[in-house]
């Protein structure tokens, strides 16, 4: 139960400082509190300082260690004076030889226990574990070797008539005294040992026939000076965990109580913090113990970046967000304009539970039911769909009579059988298709259903060329296809930053965030809800919910605003390639990092295809900036047809997004093909773009260069086009560049 917590510092002084006093007044009403750190990890660590070798907490443990010290002599000095007495008594004929021999077997059986159990414990680690315990039962079974060796006790141990001795009541009252800062852990462990002393003092002279109230008046002396040295106690305790604070606060950088609160932790990043803060206390343990420099170093290093991570973590909101400065440091004006006009706010994830393996059937196998579409010429062409990463959806759109969605949509249905395994009625599925290929506007440059067809067959290259065949389920496949398809449905051919700045209705409604994302998440479900086109209606809840899920995750993750956020968090997840899906959050993240590289595949297409959908996408670009410029705004980052350097802004954009994202996806995925058909094709684009920029740039500068200056730039763009002719030789041997 909970007590109420007391305003005053004196009364309660630990509450100010991050701790807690729990009521406890069954054991101890007179004080009524336990002093205790309300984080167990931290209450571990004080506990680990102050009954170790360590020497980390220095002021700490250096006045314990002086308490020890103190509390030897007075325990050896106590002993010498009672072996004088029991000699003095047994040579003055006072005491008998037996009493004698009982007090100094007992004195030198105690003796010896107890200096083994100090040198154990304090100078070597052989008993560090149970140390306290050890320490607690050589205390108490001190004070009964005084009480047992007292004269009346052994005057009726051995029926004498008469001992003459000395009261142990001093003797208690100096291991009382100078054993309750080292000897015990807390207040309330040192008042219980004491309060059983007691006790076994008053039965034991009850039962050796001394004076009741000579009894009574040492028993009670000794319980009373028991209560005032636990008071003692309790304000040391006080004190002592206050200094533990303070270290802790001046070594590690934080605050550690007060950051911790009153609860134990409830989430993984509390659990993970919890961990790193253990691993700092004992890492400082082993740096006091090390004694080699380089060794030493070498840890000490180690500490200063776990405490860095530590930092890290409790700074940030999300771990995984991007420094925006960082990003664009060494980036010109216009580029870094450009970054900072995509960036805006983080989406959560979603937890999606894994499906069974997706069996994959063969094309070869799909040919003979391929001919009730309207293309059956066209099976040749679309069985590169997934092997082919350069397939010309172009040429797919004209084949297909500007039908390309729902040409490949049907065929990704078929090829991996989701219509038999999960009983999707086929003319529901060609319905759906046909639907959401007239949901794109055909008058986009760019964001038009030839994209989102294209979309689609970059996701299934990376998926039939990497280990992710073998671990996505079909209702994994089902939710990347209709995410692929439907990832731009409804595209007004504008930017989200666009629409936000002139208050769109579309930014009104989802709070200018990921405006366009959530339209196109929106109306994929719409059209699910169309009569004879719900794909998903035979799904049980579970799964539709599931699939739900996926297609709502992978079609935010397609905002540009989030790009390097996600990105961030997939590059310090993903350490290698996988072999299964460990958790849930890994089988969304890969999705989300395949459908955005899917996304801007076409920067990873052949020089040709590449620079094809490039002036699509230009072209849109331009028209916003036109509109911009009609209605007297500012004109967005390369937007202006009239002043846009092209290839600066492809080299830009592949270089800062397409190229990191596809790099951490190559090295994830572990593919051959991808790395090939994908990366190296990437790089030798970025090569043609930078050559195609540098000439601009000379270009520029001899319009508005002096005669004396020509012939140093004639020499500058030969180097250039040497330099390029040679990069796209090296690419033609790989057979990258077509030759």
């Known amino acids: 139960m909970r007590t109420r917590q007391s305003n005053n510092p004196e009364e309660n002084p630990f509450t100010l ?19 205790k750190f309300p984080s167990r990890s931290l209450e571990r660590h004080y506990q680990n300082v102050i009954t170790s070798n360590d020497s980390s907490a220095t002021n700490i443990i250096t006045e314990l260690r002086y308490r020890l010290k103190i509390f030897l002599f007075s325990y050896y000095f106590l002993l010498a004076v009672y072996l004088l007495i029991y000699i003095i008594a047994v040579s003055l004929k006072e005491s008998t030889s037996r009493v004698f021999g009982c007090q100094i077997g007992l004195f030198l059986g105690q003796f010896l226990a107890n200096s083994s159990i100090y040198l154990l414990g304090f100078y070597t680690m052989a008993l560090n574990s149970i140390r306290p315990e050890l320490l607690q039962i050589s205390y108490f079974l001190t004070a009964v070797m005084l009480i047992l060796n007292n004269g009346p006790v052994q005057a009726a141990m051995f029926d004498e008539d008469s001992v003459t001795y000395m009261s142990c009541l001093p003797g208690l009252l100096v291991l009382l005294s100078t054993s309750k800062f080292i000897l015990h852990t807390n207040f309330l462990n040192y008042f219980l040992w004491n309060t059983l002393i007691a006790v076994v003092f008053l039965i034991s002279h009850i039962l050796g026939n001394q004076h009741l109230a000579t009894t009574l008046f040492e028993v009670g002396f000794f319980y009373y000076r028991v209560l005032v040295e636990t008071k003692t106690f309790y304000t040391h305790e006080v004190v002592t965990r206050k200094k533990f604070q303070m270290t802790v606060n001046a070594t590690e950088g934080f605050d ?11 989430t993984e990043l509390e659990e993970i913090i919890d961990c790193l803060l253990e691993t700092l206390t004992n890492a400082k343990q082993i740096i006091a113990d090390i004694s080699a420099d380089d060794n030493k170093s070498r840890v000490m290093r180690i500490h200063e970046l776990v405490n860095k991570v530590v930092g890290k973590i409790r700074s940030q909101t999300n771990i995984y967000s991007t420094d925006i400065e960082t990003i664009t440091k060494g980036l010109d004006e216009d580029d870094k304009l450009f970054i900072k006009q995509t960036q805006n706010e983080q989406v959560k994830t979603l937890p999606i539970k894994p499906r069974n393996k997706l069996r994959v059937r063969k094309t070869d196998e799909i040919a003979l039911t391929y001919k009730v579409y309207d293309v059956e010429e066209l099976i040749g062409v679309l069985k590169h769909i997934g092997k082919n990463w350069n397939f010309d959806m172009f040429f797919l759109k004209e084949c297909t009579r500007g039908k390309p969605l729902v040409t490949v949509g049907k065929y990704s249905m078929k090829k991996f059988r989701l219509d038999e395994i999960l009983n999707i009625n086929e003319m529901v599925y060609v319905n759906f298709f046909q639907d959401m290929e007239q949901g794109y506007k055909t008058e986009n440059p760019y964001h038009n259903s030839t994209h ?20 996505f389920s079909e209702y994994d496949m089902l939710a990347v296809i209709l995410a692929a398809l439907g990832h731009d449905v409804g595209h007004p051919g504008l930017t989200n930053r666009f629409l936000i700045v002139n208050k769109d209705d579309l930014a009104n409604m989802y709070n200018d965030y990921s405006v366009l994302e959530m339209m196109h998440c929106s109306t994929t479900f719409q059209l699910l809800k169309g009569q004879d086109a719900n794909i998903l ?26 790009h390097w956020d996600l990105l961030a968090q997939f590059k310090a997840k993903a350490l290698k390639p996988p072999n299964q899906f460990e958790t849930v959050d890994q089988r969304i993240d890969i999705l989300k990092m395949s459908i955005k590289a899917a996304d801007v595949g076409h920067a990873a297409k052949s020089i040709d295809l590449h620079h094809k959908w490039s002036k699509l996408v230009i072209e849109e670009f331009f028209r916003q900036g036109d509109m911009e410029k009609s209605m007297k705004q500012p004109v967005s980052m390369y937007c202006d047809r009239e002043t ?3 290839s600066k802004s492809q080299a830009g954009f592949i270089r800062m997004i397409v190229l990191p994202l596809y790099e951490a996806l190559s090295n994830y995925l572990g593919s051959a093909q991808v790395e090939e058909n994908c990366l190296e094709q990437l790089k030798a684009n970025l090569a043609s773009w930078e050559y195609e920029m540098n000439r601009n740039k000379i270009k520029t500068l001899s319009y508005n260069t002096d005669n004396s200056s020509k012939n140093s730039i004639i020499q500058k763009e030969d180097e250039i086009r040497r330099c390029g002719t040679q990069r796209i030789i090296d690419l033609t041997k790989k057979k990258i560049w077509p030759g």
């Open 256 to 266: 550690d109580a007060a950051n911790h609160g009153s609860f134990e932790p409830k």
């Open 17 to 35: 400082s991050g701790f807690s006093a729990h009521s406890n007044t069954h054991f101890l009403s007179p004080l009524g509190k336990i002093l």
């Open 452 to 471: 989102a067809a294209d979309v689609l067959s970059s996701f299934l290259f990376f998926i039939n060329q990497s280990v992710l065949s073998e671990l």
């Open 537 to 562: 209606a035979s799904l049980d809840t579970e799964h539709y919910t599931s699939v739900r899920k996926l297609i709502i995750e992978m079609i935010l993750a397609t905002d540009m605003s989030k």
């Open 644 to 646: 846009t350097d092209i």
